[in-house]
């Protein structure tokens, strides 16, 4: 396949942009380009990290550099425009075209994908206010899930271990278990049941109370990307809505494209109610938040509360929002991210015959394995070991306790990311034996 993306950004020998602070504590990332990163001292890195380093479809690209120096000559301060600007409006046609059955959908922008969050929990209350049942409180979402630090949603953290002080300001939330899966998982279906059954046993007594669950769809991305199969998350939708209530997609890791489609959830056989997505959009160039809301749940809103206007949104976001989804749209297609997922799907069944190689996964442009020294006492010396070594041979990856997360930025190449798999194979074939207490998987 001809992919013109690498031959515009990603193989680019003379970055001129960005220049990035400290991405690691013992690494200085001076400058990037596409998905090469440069440090001080030289070393040229592929960027296999790139949804912790806020970063999308690649860095410095030109076409994104070009437009916002562009807009910077007509206004020199990061004014807001209403949504009825011609940008805003070009913003949401493309959307629009993105978005499964929009005729019954409803759009706002925000400043934040934070407070994109935070509009969204508030829907959901509005709704059951607006509905005469403003005792429906409590949130549902899966164990090990990240939806933010925000106050309205830093309890839908069931890992989240700080925030003690503030139980009393906290939303009411109930965590079900997530059964995370992975290539040749036996145990899958015997997760999945105990989950769905914990879910039923909490709504048969508690659904009166509750008023929606917040999920992130088939990729727990800030957990070490912990998969879940669609058709569990399919069930879980079904029984949601057999109690009438909301479902809050938070897709502000994985859309728009990493997952293949252009949002996460277009996977499932139902649409969320609330979907939200973030600064993706405008990869990470400029604070954006997104919601999109099923015109059903406004209406029920808008005739029992007086609400503001639906927003306003920065010109650089607005205009940073549109070019990303240009360059996605003509060259980030959805066959290129199916081709890196077969580079994934391909490599990682070969990695995981390797003794500490356990629990393979991969969606998209995304791929992920664990490693495990099956002596405990040396496991975070593996880790060291192993993203030491990455780094020497020019792999950044984020640690991500026992879990090795290959995020690329999407225009990484089939090429390029075979070839970060073939170094990755050779660092495990050179792993020091004392790491390995059998090599039989029993």
């Not at 999308?56 to 949504?83: M, V, Y």
């Not at 164990?143 to 989240?160: K, L, P, T």
């Not at 890196?340 to 356990?358: A, C, D, G, Y």
């Amino acid at each position: 396949m001809i992919f013109s993306v690498p031959r515009t950004i990603h193989n680019a020998t003379t970055p001129n942009y960005a220049t990035n602070s400290n991405f690691m504590n013992d690494l200085l990332i001076q400058k990037a380009a596409g998905s090469r990163l440069y440090s001080s001292d030289g070393k040229v890195f592929i960027d296999l990290s790139s949804i912790n380093s806020h970063n999308l479809i690649g860095h410095n690209i030109k076409e994104l550099n070009d437009g916002i120096a562009c807009q910077l000559t007509k206004s020199n301060f990061s004014s807001i425009i209403s949504l009825e600007h011609e940008p805003a409006q070009l913003l949401t046609d493309k959307l629009m075209r993105h978005i499964p059955q929009s005729s019954d959908k409803a759009l706002e922008f925000h400043s934040s994908e934070c407070l994109a969050m935070e509009q969204a929990i508030m829907t959901v209350y509005r709704y059951w206010h607006a509905q005469h049942q403003p005792k429906r409180k409590t949130i549902i979402s899966f164990a090990h899930g990240y939806h933010g630090e925000s106050m309205s949603c830093v309890n839908f953290n069931a890992s989240f271990k700080n925030h003690n002080h503030f139980d009393d300001f906290l939303i009411p939330t109930e965590h079900i278990p997530y059964p995370c899966t992975w290539f040749q998982d036996k145990d899958a279906d015997v997760k999945e049941s105990l989950s769905l059954s914990r879910l039923n046993e909490f709504l048969s007594d508690q659904h009166l109370n509750c008023a929606a669950i917040v999920i992130e769809p088939l990729l727990q991305a800030r957990n070490g990307m912990q998969a879940c199969r669609p058709g569990f998350l399919n069930k879980v939708i079904e029984i949601i809505q057999d109690y009438g209530l909301l479902i809050v997609s938070d897709e502000r890791n994985l859309s728009p494209m990493r997952s293949g489609q252009f949002f996460v959830s277009q996977y499932l056989s139902r649409c969320p109610d609330i979907l939200v997505s973030g600064s993706a959009m405008t990869n990470h160039l400029c604070p954006f938040g997104l919601t999109i809301t099923r015109d059903q749940i406004m209406a029920q809103i808008q005739s029992n509360v007086l609400l503001e206007p639906a927003g306003s949104l920065n010109q650089f976001a607005c205009h940073a929002a549109n070019q990303t989804i240009a360059i996605i749209d003509e060259q980030i297609t959805g066959e290129h991210i199916h081709a890196l997922q077969s580079v994934h799907m391909s490599r990682l069944h070969k990695l995981n015959k390797q003794p500490i190689i356990k629990n393979v996964r991969y969606l998209g442009s995304i791929g992920a394995f664990e490693v495990i020294c099956e002596d405990r006492s040396q496991q975070q010396k593996l880790l060291d070991w192993f993203h030491k070594r990455c780094l020497e041979y020019g792999l950044l990856l984020e640690p991500f306790h026992k879990n090795i997360c290959i995020t690329p930025p999407l225009c990484l190449s089939t090429d390029d990311l075979h070839s970060a798999y073939d170094t990755i194979e050779n660092i495990v074939e050179t792993l020091p034996l004392k790491y390995i207490t059998s090599c039989l998987d029993v």
